[in-house]
């Protein structure tokens, strides 16, 4: 095995090693403390449910409504976030008028906006995807801001000292600079995506996995309750590895696709 593969193998190997070692001590934990089941199944018991959950057609069915909300919330984020960063980054009263409301529409609790939501959009996907929608909004917006104040001065110095236009600016200048804030932010939004989705099908939702969710834990089958929180688990991975897979497609050079130990080779 080369030394390049198994700098590769390293990471998987590392994180199936401590996985291993966690549900080890999970199954050694119950067995010692002779705790029930209903509070902290075996993992061989959780294990046989999440059979039982994947091969139940209507959890594919909750998986798909879960994964559709979340995409539709998250699109919806990145268009709005990249245009009010733009915005904000580039106009600076603008910046400082709004600042104010946006910091004040953070630190409300999205938890109690879920009942004005079923209020207004219904019990259906609509109140689900702008939950989605807000809790991403404000990381893609704010890296998107940080990314275009990171062109410096110079630099927009010497692309009108070459007589660059200002779509030639954007294009060879402010794209390549913010494009790596963008993919940041995208990182965090899509995680924050599945949360809102997953915060309001709990509860106000009658499909989707935070249905579930609720369904499994008012019947108390524990079991079943840590498989669907395992499928949860699997939702936002993957969808957090595509939009990682995008950002090394779109920006391959940048330092935070190939990390600071390749960076330094």
Request: aromatic residues 10%; glycine residues 8%.
């Amino acid at each position: 095995m080369t030394r390049e593969r198994s700098r590769r193998l390293l990471p998987w190997l590392s994180t199936a090693l401590i996985l291993l070692a966690f549900f080890v001590a999970w199954d050694v934990f119950v067995r010692v403390t002779g705790v029930s089941e209903l509070v902290l199944p075996p993992p061989l018991t959780v294990a046989e449910s999440l059979v039982t959950v994947v091969t139940d057609p209507l959890t594919w069915q909750h998986a798909q409504v879960t994964a559709i909300e979340t995409i539709g919330g998250f699109l919806i984020a990145l268009v709005s976030g990249v245009a009010v960063g733009v915005v904000l980054g580039k106009v600076a009263w603008i910046e400082r008028g709004l600042r104010p409301l946006i910091v004040a529409s953070q630190v409300v609790p999205k938890v109690a906006l879920i009942p004005l939501f079923v209020i207004w959009f219904g019990f259906g996907m609509t109140s689900k995807v702008v939950m989605s929608a807000m809790l991403a909004f404000f990381p893609i917006m704010l890296n998107v801001q940080l990314g275009v104040r990171s062109v410096e001065a110079g630099q927009r110095e010497v692309m009108r000292s070459l007589n660059a236009s200002r779509w030639q600016t954007f294009r060879h200048l402010e794209l390549k600079s913010t494009m790596p804030y963008v993919f940041a932010g995208m990182e965090v939004g899509i995680v924050f995506a599945i949360i809102g989705t997953i915060v309001g099908e709990y509860l106000g939702g009658s499909e989707g996995l935070g249905y579930l969710v609720v369904r499994t834990l008012n019947e108390l089958n524990a079991p079943a309750l840590f498989a669907v929180i395992i499928l949860l688990s699997v939702l936002g991975l993957l969808l957090y590895f595509a939009v990682h897979g995008l950002k090394r497609f779109f920006i391959p050079w940048h330092e935070s696709v190939y990390g600071l130990q390749d960076g330094n080779r």
